[in-house]
């Protein structure tokens, strides 16, 4: 075992869009509670199953600025204040995040191991996985580059694979190196690769030491270890979250860790796991690994279910009933309903793709959008005109603003709320309301010690959430629209 630290480097980004309608773009999947505790997010569950490792320091976690709040939020909720919330201006893929990871984790002179973990995986065995991030350690400490290989249990043509130099023995795992790593194949390619003893999943979890990775992304990815370095040379601070700077990072080659680095060095090494491992593709993935009745079917939320088999179904608000059906996937949200057969659970990506095309929100987001004060829902909308329901935490305030082009009625419906309008304050409480006109300085706070609730109707030329200037703002967002 070594005595140098463990630094979680937790990888936030991807959209999830092949488990729409619940993950999109502004809340993805790993934000979501998909599997095991049902009051935990993937994100979540990510960090709390490190719980106990030797030596395991706070984590270091890269997201999308987008999703900054969403993030320290939730590792508020379990008492997690991370090292360093790294926001990327634009995706740049693995390399690039290792890289940043790797050069903020050797900035006061230490060298600690990294351990690089996917937010939206599910590991069903916690033990059998830090028993593997133990031997893995050991590896790292000689100067390898681990990734963990996930025995294989079928032909699957949803991830990629990892060819070792040597046959694994996956009743007595031990590292091997390796020899090959290989993208997505076919199902005739998968089905030769699991009669192969020499192949495994590739899980996209790495561990290695902080100056050996980044010794190697010189040699191999310079000008990658490069554009990270120029963009935290620039980084700015704001608030919780450092921002890496755009035009160094924008310059960064976008190529997996996989690509830059593991396929050419001579110390990657793979070591196997088995650990109930689930990288959450897709509902079908979903399906297979959850807890199911005799008869096939996972249900959560307002379901019923008869004379049906093997189906997923998942309510968030209106009740499914689902009569003499099998193989089927229902899933309801606000604002939109996915039905598909299980074997098509892969092409919910191209429906998605779709969506984008023809422009129509509901490709990137839900009626409910959270915002560090908070949330709003849009209820319903005419050309002109919009209602939404507001919910802000105790203690917190939206950004002093204007809007150029509509005016705003606010009913309260629960708490207290502070108004300001053009420099002078009130307090209005349940059923009263007060009105916005165009062109006024306003903001929104509650001063209370429980959740403040409201309607806003909105009516005007132009109801678009662009038509924001933000005057002042705690979050450091003026000027800016999420």
């Known amino acids: ?43 979540q569950q990510t960090h709390k199953r490190l719980e ?68 939206d995986h ?19 400490q000689k100067g390898k580059l681990i990734t963990f290989g996930i025995i294989p249990t079928c032909a699957e043509t949803g991830y990629g694979y990892i060819q070792a130099k040597e046959p694994i023995d996956h009743s007595n ?41 980044l010794k190697e992304l010189e040699k191999l990815a310079p000008k990658i270890l490069k554009s990270c370095k120029s963009a935290l040379q620039g980084e700015l601070s704001d608030l919780d979250f450092l921002r890496l700077e755009k035009k160094a990072f924008s ?33 079908h993935s979903l399906w297979e690994t959850a807890s199911k009745d005799s008869n096939g079917n996972f249900s959560k939320g307002k379901v019923i279910i008869k004379r049906s088999k093997n189906c997923y179904f998942r309510s968030e608000h209106r009740l499914i009933v689902g009569l003499g ?30 969506l984008e095309h023809k422009k129509l929100s509901e490709s990137k987001a839900h009626r409910k959008i959270y915002r560090p004060w908070g949330h709003y829902t849009s209820i319903v909308e005419g050309k002109r005109w919009q209602v939404k329901r507001i919910e802000v935490k105790p203690g917190e305030f939206l950004s002093l603003q204007m809007h150029h082009h509509r005016a705003e009625h606010w009913v ?11 420099g002078k304050e009130e307090l209005l409480g349940e059923n009263q309301s007060t009105y916005i006109p165009l ?4 903001r929104l706070g509650n001063p209370g010690k429980m959740p403040l609730e409201l309607i806003e109707i909105q009516s005007g030329a132009y109801i678009g959430e662009d038509d924001i200037l933000r005057l002042e703002d705690r979050y450091g967002r003026v000027n800016k629209n999420k």
């Not at 599910?122 to 031997?135: G, T």
């Not at 199902?187 to 999943?201: D, G, L, R």
């Not at 062109?439 to 306003?442: A, L, M, P, S, T």
Request: contains cysteine; charged residues 25%; aromatic residues 6%.
């Open 251 to 283: 310059e960064c080659p976008n190529l997996s860790i996989d690509i830059a680095v593991m396929e050419k060095t001579n110390l990657g090494t793979v070591l196997p796991l088995n650990a109930g491992w689930n990288d959450v593709g897709n509902w």
């Open 122 to 140: 599910e590991i069903r065995n916690v033990e059998e996985f830090q028993k593997s991030i133990a031997a893995g350690r050991i590896e790292a």
């Open 173 to 213: 795992p031990k590292a091997v190196k390796i020899n090959k790593f290989f993208e997505k194949p076919t199902q005739e390619k998968a089905e030769e690769f699991i009669a192969n003893p020499c192949f495994s999943w590739n899980s996209g979890m790495f561990l290695f030491q902080a100056s050996t990775i």
């Open 325 to 354: 059906v099998e193989d089927l996937i229902l899933i309801e949200t606000d604002d939109a309903v996915l039905v598909t057969n299980q074997k098509d659970a892969q092409s919910v990506k191209d429906i998605v793709n779709e």
């Open 439 to 442: 062109g006024c300085k306003h």
């Open 1 to 43: 075992m070594t005595d140098r630290p463990l630094i979680p480097v937790i990888l936030c980004g991807g959209s999830g869009t092949r488990l729409w309608p619940l993950s999109r773009a502004s809340y993805p999947k790993q934000y979501w509670s998909l599997c095991g505790n049902e009051n935990e997010s993937l994100l």
């Open 52 to 119: 106990g490792l030797p030596e395991l320091e706070q984590p270091l976690l890269i997201c999308h600025e987008e999703h900054r709040f969403i993030v320290a939020e939730q590792m508020r909720e379990i008492n997690i204040e991370p090292k360093e919330i790294i926001l990327e201006p634009v995706g740049r893929n693995t390399a690039a995040a290792i890289a940043v990871a790797a050069i903020k984790a050797t900035e006061s002179g230490e060298d600690p191991q990294l351990l690089v973990l996917s937010a």
């Open 412 to 422: 309260i419906v629960k708490g207290t709320a502070l108004i300001e309008r053009d």
